[in-house]
C-alpha cells in the first residue's frame, strides 16, 4: 500500500475508534530503527470525538518477515496497558487492529512520547554524568514495578504458564534456533552447554519485557520518558532482565556496564529499594551470558531473514557480521565468570 494510502486508511480508522467528525492527516513518515517491527509517526487533527485537537500517535505494524518469538501486535497491546497500569513509563495503548485490510498488516496504535532512543548518542556524551546516573537509577525503578506483574494474569492468558525453569527453557529455545541454521557454530553451542551445566536456581518467576536495553528505552534532555519494544515480554527470571540490560552487547561502545551509560551500584540499589528484593551479582552474570548467546542467535536469524531473500535489507545483512564478535566477548566473559 502506497504512504498515502496508508494515511488516510489510518485517519479513517482513528476516526472510527475515536467517533470525530472529521479526521485530517498532519504528518506520516516511517520512523528509524524497528529491525522486529515497522514503526511510523502519525499526527493527526481531530474534530470533536473522544481526542478532540491534534494527536499525536505510533502505529507499529509487522514487518515483511517476523521473528518466532515476538508477540502480536494485538498480544503487545495488552501488555502495554498491564505495564502502564503499574506505573511502567511506557506509551499509553490506544486501539489494535487485526484486519490486514486497513493497511496491509496488523497494527496497533500508541501514544508518542518525547525523546531519542538512539544507544549511540547517549553513551558518546548524550548524557552528564549527573544525568547518567539519575536515569541509570530510573531503568532500575522501572524495571522493578514491571517485575510486580506475576502469573496468572487475566489480561495476559496467551504468555501461557511459566517454565519451571527459565534458564533451562532459554538453553532449549537457543538451541533449537542454533539447528534450524544450516552452518555450525561452535561458539554458541559450547555456551549452551555450559549456561544448561550451571543453570541458575529456580527464582521468582515475573513478566519480563525481553529487550530492557539501551536503544529501547526514549530519554529526552536526560530524562527517561519511556520504554519501547515490548513484542518478546514472556513470564521468567527476573535476573533475565536485569542481565539483559548489563551485557556487553549493548554498551554501545560506552565503558559503564549498564547499557554503556550507567553503575551496576546504582542500578541494582534502585532495584532493591523498588522491589524490596536484593540483587545477587552472581546470577546477573551468569544471565549476561545468557543475553550475548541469545543476541549471537538472533543474529544469526536476522541475517537469515535477508539471506533467504524474503527481506532484502543491509540492516539485517550487517546483523549477522557482528557475530564473531559477540563470541569473543561471550568467551571472554564466561572466563571471567569460572576465574
Known sequence: MAIDEAAQALARFVQHQTGAESVDVVDFRRLAGGAIQDNYALA???RGGTHPGRLDVVVRSDAPSQIDASLT??????????AVSVGVKAPQPFWHCADPAVIGHPFCIMARLPGSASGRDLVRGGLSPDQ?????HDLGVQMARLHQVRPPHEQLPFLGAPPASAALER?????EALDGIAEPHPVLEWSLNWLSDHAAPVSDVVLCHGDFRTGNYLVDDGRLTGILDWEFCAWSDPYEDLGWLCAKSWRFGGGKPVGGIGDKAVLFDAYARESGRPVDEQRVLYWEAMAMTRWATIALKQAQRHLSG???SLELALTG???PQMEIDL?????????
Open 132 to 136: 547518567a546516573e539519575r536515569l541509570t
Open 44 to 46: 493527526v487533527d481531530c
Open 321 to 323: 557480521r557482528l557475530v
Open 171 to 175: 538453553v532449549r529455545q537457543y538451541r
Open 331 to 339: 568467551l571472554t566473559h564466561i572466563q571471567e565468570l569460572l576465574a
Open 310 to 312: 524474503r527481506e532484502s
Open 73 to 82: 501486535r494485538e498480544q503487545e497491546f495488552h501488555v502495554l496497558s498491564v
